[in-house]
């Protein structure tokens, strides 16, 4: 705190400019006290700070604090196919790579889980009211556990959020918002071969597995058309990032007299468990091979 004094022992005080004796500390007329400002001095601005070098622990935190939440976004992302992507991604996310393999991978279960639900119930599912809690006891989480590429876990409560999400059935997306969903029942017969939708279907391509073109054998007996369309990254439908998942499965089929009632039982079983469909993802540059590497780079990251 700065005071003055000048030759005739008389101290000007700082507060309101009146005189002082030399040897006083307090002033008489405002009752300012020179001793406490002299030991306590003002406390220093930030721009005071940071001029004074106090700008180093700003760079140094932020060396330290960039590649925490880089490695932390990271973890969400999965890594991607080069090092600059990667490094892109950790700096400004993967612009709905991630959520996009959510909803296409969550599709995929939905099929199957109300695949399941024909073989067990010997109808197609109603996809109507609150349906998700309804089929989920039929998801793959529920009825084989979870399954990335590598690692299996039989308990469904063994598996972390962040893979649990892709083996759920959920009547949301990847980006939280819910599909829209159209059914059809194709009957058992040979009208289908007229139907241009279904022609169309075939003429695309439809698969099994994760790696085979297949072709579901309409006309005996009942198949569920199932499409799922997810509003995309932007949340509006019928725009350019709408991802569509189709799917045929099988809901009721013509009974043999003279069939094995052991082999039966087992086909009927097996069915549950794997829960076939017959797919195909559109509108997406990902496959069901991304999202499940991406289940694993959570899985053994320990996210």
């Not at 006891?137 to 009825?143: E, F, G, L």
């Given at each position: 705190?700065?005071?003055?004094?000048?030759?005739?022992?008389?101290?000007?005080?700082?507060?309101?400019?009146?005189?002082?004796?030399?040897?006083?500390?307090?002033?008489?007329?405002?009752?300012?006290?020179?001793s406490?400002?002299?030991?306590?001095?003002?406390?220093?601005?930030?721009?005071?700070?940071?001029?004074s070098g106090?700008?180093r622990?700003l760079v140094?935190g932020?060396?330290?604090?960039?590649?925490?939440?880089g490695?932390?976004?990271?973890?969400?992302?999965?890594?991607?196919?080069?090092?600059?992507?990667?490094?892109r991604?950790?700096?400004?996310?993967?612009?709905?790579?991630?959520?996009?393999?959510?909803?296409?991978?969550r599709?995929h279960?939905?099929?199957?889980?109300?695949s399941?639900y024909?073989?067990?119930?010997?109808?197609?599912?109603?996809f109507?009211?609150?349906?998700?809690?309804?089929?989920a006891?039929?998801?793959?989480?529920?009825?084989r556990?979870?399954?990335?590429?590598?690692?299996?876990?039989?308990?469904?409560?063994?598996?972390?959020?962040?893979?649990?999400?892709?083996?759920?059935?959920?009547?949301v997306?990847?980006?939280?918002?819910?599909?829209?969903?159209?059914?059809?029942?194709?009957?058992r017969?040979?009208?289908?071969a007229n139907?241009?939708?279904?022609?169309a279907?075939?003429?695309?391509?439809?698969?099994?597995?994760?790696h085979?073109?297949?072709?579901?054998?309409?006309?005996?007996?009942?198949?569920?058309r199932?499409?799922?369309?997810?509003?995309?990254?932007d949340?509006?439908?019928?725009?350019?990032?709408d991802?569509?998942f189709?799917?045929?499965?099988l809901v009721s089929?013509?009974?043999?007299?003279?069939?094995?009632?052991?082999?039966?039982?087992?086909?009927i079983?097996r069915?549950?468990?794997?829960?076939?469909?017959?797919?195909?993802?559109?509108?997406?540059?990902?496959?069901?091979?991304d999202a499940?590497?991406?289940?694993?780079?959570?899985?053994?990251?320990?996210?």
């Open positions: 705190m700065r005071y003055s004094c000048n030759m005739d022992n008389v101290t000007t005080c700082a507060s309101c400019g009146a005189d002082m004796p030399v040897r006083s500390t307090i002033c008489s007329n405002c009752g300012w006290d020179l406490t400002a002299v030991a306590v001095p003002p406390r220093r601005s930030i721009l005071q700070t940071l001029a106090g700008w622990f140094y932020a060396i330290i604090l960039l590649p925490v939440l490695f932390a976004r990271l973890r969400d992302t999965g890594p991607g196919p080069d090092l600059p992507t990667t490094l991604w950790m700096v400004s996310g993967d612009s709905g790579r991630a959520a996009e393999l959510v909803t296409i991978h599709a279960e939905i099929g199957a889980a109300a399941r024909a073989v067990r119930e010997i109808e197609a599912f109603a109507e009211g609150d349906w998700a809690p309804v089929l006891p039929k998801s793959t989480m529920n009825v556990g979870w399954m990335p590429l590598v690692f299996f876990g039989a308990d469904t409560d063994m598996a972390p959020a962040s893979v649990r999400e892709f083996f759920e059935v959920r009547s997306d990847g980006w939280g918002n819910p599909y829209r969903i159209e059914t059809r029942i194709v009957d017969g040979d009208g289908w139907d241009p939708v279904i022609a279907d075939l003429e695309a391509g439809l698969q099994a597995k994760f085979t073109v297949d072709r579901p054998e309409l006309g005996k007996g009942e198949w569920l199932l499409v799922l369309t997810s509003a995309g990254l949340g509006i439908f019928d725009t350019e990032d991802l569509r189709l799917s045929y499965s089929a013509p009974l043999r007299m003279l069939a094995d009632p052991e082999i039966v039982v087992q086909k079983e069915n549950y468990t794997v829960g076939p469909q017959y797919f195909r993802v559109e509108g997406s540059r990902y496959d069901l091979i499940r590497l991406l289940a694993e780079y959570r899985l053994t990251s320990l996210y």
